[in-house]
């Protein structure tokens, strides 16, 4: 476990935890009130996108949207290898 950059006392694998749960009860709740999950999925892609952009600046957040990008293309290759329907 690595320690945060910033002066929390949570390990990198603590916030992680934490966000993941933060995130997906997030979602759900949003689902529950009616947000379709296609209209959830577009407005995190939009939102992540600009704190990247706050976070890392313009080269990185794009070199980090271009590797989600690489694993998306590369998940929709490997399930089409396996199951071409």
């Not at 992680?16 to 933060?22: E, N, Q, S």
């Not at 379709?36 to 313009?58: H, N």
């Not at 980090?64 to 990008?69: D, P, S």
Request: glycine share 4%; net charge negative.
């Amino acid at each position: 476990m690595t320690k945060p950059k910033n002066n929390n006392s949570l390990t990198e694998d603590q916030q992680t935890a934490i966000a993941l749960d933060w995130f997906s009860a997030m979602w759900e709740n949003a689902i529950e009130r009616g947000v379709t999950p296609e209209l959830m999925a577009i407005v995190c892609v939009s939102a992540t996108s600009r704190k990247l952009l706050d976070v890392y600046g313009k080269d990185q957040a794009a070199i980090l949207l271009g590797t989600a990008f690489d694993n998306i293309t590369h998940d929709l290759t490997s399930a089409t290898s396996i199951n071409p329907n």
